[in-house]
């Protein structure tokens, strides 16, 4: 029947998604090979390959096919984001900064490999991101290349998650953190780098001026809902499990969107990220932007 015709062209977001990390996990392995020293190599691999859901490389992806280009221009600058993006886990998960001892459900970096390593480790894959990006990307003029590298290193710097990092640091514990500093944490640690994503998908693929300032605007609504979701989700999980030993409270002394709105406002300032992120869609063609309305949905109503 016509409905199961219209069904079948539906759009299906889980279906995408996993056709997308799959073909990333793929080209993450070939990109970093084993090789002597193998020491080095195997904790670039463990984090790399420990099974993130690949948000950054879909979103990479899915504005440089949104704008006229395909998987393949757009698959190293892919795999830089979540190259980029491990560094940051890896190095986040350190003593000295969050000591951590679980990521992605597996022992961190460091518990395996060591500090000096997991440090080391680190740097390879930030370095080699840019090294790929230069090297391996294929059918994309040179000039669209050079404005990819200069766009991520400025998301990863100190105007970007290093920035977001070091205010995070120096606002721990304090007890006056109000919505802007919360609100500059988020933004650079998390959503630079989906903005860089989905901008330098864009650019890749050849957008014009327009498109890339919207899907910019798009991806940092996205990243930002990502940490308000966070917070909510936080709230009203550990609600749900009460009980059981709350973790969560050792987070205690940590300012929240919900502590500081309150949990209605939270849920408010949510739904009005996913309507200004889908607004800014609006001007292309509904069918292929679907992978970006479907993302942001995903982040906007994710139950974990
Ligand atoms: C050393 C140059 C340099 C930079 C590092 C440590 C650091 C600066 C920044 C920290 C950035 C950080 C840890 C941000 C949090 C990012 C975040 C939202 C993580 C969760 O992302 P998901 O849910 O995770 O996409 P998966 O595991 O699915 O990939």
Redesign the pocket.
């Known amino acids: 029947s016509l409905e199961t015709i219209a069904d079948n062209l539906k759009f299906d977001f889980n279906v995408y998604m996993k056709s997308k990390a799959q073909a990333v996990n793929v080209a993450l392995d070939k990109a970093v090979p084993m090789q002597y020293p193998e020491k080095i190599r195997e904790a670039m691999r463990y984090s790399l390959l420990a099974g ?5 490389p879909a979103l990479c992806i899915a504005a440089c096919e949104l704008v006229g280009g395909n998987e393949e221009m757009s698959m190293p600058a892919a795999c830089a984001m979540e190259m980029v ?1 491990t ?3 890896i ?2 998960d350190l003593p000295c ?1 969050d000591n951590d001892d679980l ?2 459900g597996k022992p961190t970096n460091h518990k395996v490999f060591g500090e000096d390593t997991a440090v080391l480790a ?1 740097d390879a894959l ?1 370095t080699y991101a840019f090294e790929h990006i230069a090297r391996d990307t294929t059918g994309v003029p040179a000039d669209r290349v050079l404005r990819v590298i200069a766009h991520l290193g400025k998301a ?2 100190s105007e970007g ?2 920035a ?2 070091i205010v995070d640091i120096a606002s721990e514990g304090d007890p006056t953190v109000g919505l802007e500093t919360l609100e500059y944490v988020h933004t650079h ?2 959503a630079v ?1 989906l903005e860089s994503s989905v901008v330098c998908g864009a650019i890749l693929g050849g957008a014009s001026e327009d498109e890339i300032s919207r899907l910019s605007k798009y991806a940092r609504n996205v990243g930002l809902l ?2 308000v979701v ?1 917070d909510i989700l936080d709230v009203t999980k550990s609600s749900a499990e009460l009980g059981k030993t709350a973790g969560k409270d050792l987070l205690a002394d940590k300012a929240t969107y919900p502590k500081l709105l309150g949990l209605e406002k939270s849920k408010a300032f949510a739904e009005e990220l996913t309507r200004k992120a889908k607004d800014q869609l609006s001007v292309f063609d509904q069918q292929k932007a679907a992978p970006l309305l479907g993302l942001a949905d995903y982040i906007a109503y994710r139950q974990n």
């Open positions: 993130g859901k690949r948000v950054r993006h560094m940051s886990l190095h986040d900064m990521r992605r680190g930030l990863v710097g998650l290093v977001g990092q640690k998390t780098l990502f940490q966070d």
